[in-house]
């Protein structure tokens, strides 16, 4: 099993390094041929829908690049602080949250026995993923975590709208997307079911429209 998470990781990688490089020449290469052709203004809209078009993969790419390395969690030989994780997260995401006037708060979080870089990349796409699906209004996130018999059980609990009971499986699935407003590329939450598992956790989502969502998973308990 370990072994084929290794085989996938290091083809989607291979492939993600070897689309790069054409991508990038698309890109440059219709942005040139857009300034050459100032005040045509029919050239100029099709090449733009080329270079949107090639942002667009690239993003995919990018993406693809992430839940790959999601499949591989390194073995950590000291416990690693939460807390800690998370304000690096809130530091790296601020424009991010300043631009969608989000508020994130969290309460105590511990220390677990963990790879930080997979452990920052779950706090990352679980925040992302709660401003993105704010519904428009200002993103009110909370972040906490509660001990239980052997493991933490931590949430990130958002106030959007919430999805359907039908849905909440779904969501984790790589490609998935509940709607065209959504937006994403429909492999941030499969990333982090893969970290959660990697683990030895479970992730699991609860919701009811209109009402908001959270996500739990849960990681083993360590001493301090």
């Given amino acids: 099993m370990i072994e084929d998470r290794q085989e996938v990781r290091d ?6 390094h ?4 054409p991508l990038r020449a698309v890109t440059v290469h219709a942005e040139l041929l857009q300034r050459a052709a100032e005040g045509n203004g029919a050239f100029q809209q099709s090449l733009g829908f080329v270079t949107d078009g090639a942002r667009t993969v690239n993003s995919l790419v990018d993406a693809l690049a992430k839940y790959a390395l999601s499949l591989h969690v390194e073995p950590s030989p000291a416990p690693v602080s939460t807390a800690a994780l998370l304000r690096s997260v809130l530091a790296k995401s601020a424009p991010e949250i300043r631009d969608s006037g989000a508020e994130v708060t969290y309460g105590e979080l511990p220390r677990v026995q963990g790879d930080p870089d997979r452990l920052m990349q779950l706090l990352e796409n ?5 401003i993105r699906h704010s519904a428009g209004a200002p993103p009110r996130i909370h972040v906490s975590a509660r001990a239980e018999e052997g493991e933490w059980i931590f949430s990130v609990r958002d106030e959007g709208p919430g999805i359907d009971s039908r849905d909440l499986e779904r969501i984790f699935r790589p490609f998935e997307r509940l709607g065209p407003a959504r937006g994403g590329s429909g492999l941030g939450l499969a990333s982090c079911r893969e970290i959660v598992r990697g683990h030895g956790g479970r992730i699991w989502a609860e919701s009811q429209p209109a009402q908001g969502t959270t996500i739990y998973f849960t990681l083993r308990r360590t001493e301090s």
């Fill in 126 to 130: 679980l925040l992302s993923n709660a």
């Fill in 11 to 16: 083809f989607l990688l291979r492939a993600c």
């Fill in 18 to 21: 070897d689309l790069r490089s």
